[in-house]
């Protein structure tokens, strides 16, 4: 009788550890998701109050605090959304692990913001909107108050559809539409608009495009050879050499202006002297890598997988020098106003604002990155090293030929297309091999029907990726008006 009351007493026991286990482990379940949210609104708050820290008490720093939230907000989202398009093809093709993407991309955003990001630039983004019209230095701190927070709240409601989109153009957005409130629509320099809308159709169709000639140089010149080894051991050092001296020319023209002024002449000699010294290095390391593989295509990520990877650390490089402006080129400005009270055409960038972008965008790529790495590198079309390299080096070279013809881009929108450029190649690459293969076979089986049918760029994702572009500068305007209009009736 005494055991079978012990063993009924453990048996409770064993019953009341089982739930008090089972709501633990809901606990977590409840709290993980709110683990990320709570570590970036801490780095809001810790920024606002770092910002305080930085000016005078009897300078009405109160905008500059809350300005400095919001630019922490947008920097966090930055991360969290426009990275990911550098990180992406890597991570979809296997060469790097989500833990490591989000290392190099922290280590080479941060570095690029902080060691070559532009000290100067302008108060109102791309000079879209002429400074002198706004009424007063307040309402033009009003104006760039509504931008910040517009376009870091689009960015983030893109980052939870799954929508890779141009900060850059949400920022443009934001301030045309708090400019038009604020200054009337003759403010706006309506031309550099149109340009700016030109670049929708341009950066991702000069990416795809690009991105696709590499892949089906590629495909003819190694992957479709017999000796597929043998035909690598010549290309392969060739390509690291083209990869060498474009991402050379590209930092040295976007990456390096806070050190030493390269015009575009100078960046394509640094990058052509850069790619036959890589080149000449090359050819033995291939070689030497290429001992022993099989002769089939899977070798080639062993010959692929380190340019990727290090050309995946250069973009991040040269997108934190240059996307920084984003997160924190509004809250310059507002700094600039609230200390000095006068609107200027240029403004310097505080080191501590710098390191607000800086560390913020490295923040919400930790916290809310993996989310769109895995859209852009595993859910649009299926990538693998050399297919992620060509998306990669499309990305550099559009951005110099842009460069070259002055036409303003986004990287967001060249890396998104060139993952759509090497998903549509092949698609029509497979098509072709489809119909010669029934040609000659002249049945029409369900497996061919099948094959014609069979889409290897996901149509889902493709609309709404497509469709959050087209939207995001209307979007971001028509939501900077409407808090520019409640800031001016609160503070006004």
Known sequence: MALEDSRTRWKNLDKDLKRIGSVEYATQSVGRPLLAPTVALAFIVLAATGAALFVQLDQTPIMIVLAAGLGAYMALNIGANDVANNMGPAVGARVLTMGGALLVAAVFESAGALLAGGDVIGTISKGIVDPSAAASPQVFVWAMMAALLSSAVWVNIAT??????????????????????????????????????????????????????????????????????????????????????????????????????????????????????????????????????????????????????????????????????????????????????????KVAIPPWVMVIGAFGISLGLFLFGPKLIRMVGDQITKLNPMRAYCVALSAAITVIVASWLGLPVSSTHIAVGGVFGVGFFREWDEGRRTRRADKHKRSKDHAAEERRRRKLVRRSHFMTIIAAWVITVPATALLSALVFVVLRALLG
């Open 160 to 345: 939870v559809i799954g929508a890779p989109v141009s900060t850059t153009h949400a920022v443009v957005g934001g301030v045309v539409g708090a400019g038009i409130v604020a200054a009337g629509f003759s403010a706006v320099d309506w031309p550099m608009m149109g340009t700016i809308a030109a670049s929708w159709v341009i950066s991702p169709f000069l990416g795809g495009t690009i991105a696709a000639l590499f892949l089906a140089f590629i495909d003819w010149r190694i992957v479709k050879r017999r000796d597929l080894i043998g035909a690598a051991k010549v290309w392969v050092p060739v390509l690291v050499g083209v990869m060498a001296g474009t991402f050379a020319a590209y930092i040295a023209l976007k990456g390096l202006k806070r050190v030493v002024h390269i015009d575009l002449g100078g960046a394509v000699l640094i990058g052509l002297a850069v790619g036959l010294a890589c080149y000449a290095i090359s050819v033995p390391v291939i070689r030497r890598r290429a001992v022993g593989l099989e002769n089939r295509k899977r070798s080639l990520k062993a010959l692929f997988g380190l340019p990727l990877v290090v050309s995946a650390a250069l973009l991040s490089f040269a997108h934190g020098a240059n996307d920084v402006a984003n997160a924190v080129g509004p809250l310059a400005a507002i700094v600039h106003v609230s200390l000095a009270g006068d609107v200027a055409d």
